[in-house]
């Protein structure tokens, strides 16, 4: 049984920084795609941040330069270090997990068999 379970979320003022976590079981992030998505109120889930098994990860424009993916092996983790947060990036985030090394069309939610409950993430101006 897979499990994906964020954690981090929370209420932070604009400019300041969050780190999330999502600590998987059931499958090895080491040779997993995982993603980072998020849904605002009355928006449709997007991606925010991806790392495939050998570690190239991508990136949604509006968070280049200020959003980073990392992975933990040995924890079997997945880590989002978010700074510079403007209100903008208010939303539920998701980890999500698909089971092949990688993805092509890795933007698509319907890549991913696993998601995580989602972490609320709160940015007050």
């Known amino acids: 049984q897979v499990q994906l379970v964020e954690s981090g979320g929370g209420l932070v003022q604009a400019g300041g920084s969050l780190r999330l976590s999502c600590a998987a079981s059931?499958?090895?992030?080491?040779?997993?795609?995982m993603g980072w998505f998020r849904q605002a109120p009355g928006k449709e889930r997007e991606l925010v941040a991806y790392?495939?098994?050998?570690?190239?990860?991508d990136y949604a424009d509006s968070v280049k330069g200020r959003f980073t993916v990392s992975r933990d092996n040995a924890k079997n983790t997945v880590s989002l270090q978010m700074n510079t947060l403007n209100p903008e990036d208010t939303a539920v985030y998701y980890c999500a997990a698909d089971r092949r090394p990688l993805l092509v069309r890795y933007s698509y939610t319907s890549q991913y068999n696993y998601w995580g409950q989602g972490t609320q993430v709160t940015v007050s101006s």
């Open positions: 059931g499958v090895t992030v080491s040779s997993c795609a």
């Open positions: 790392i495939n098994w050998s570690g190239a990860t």
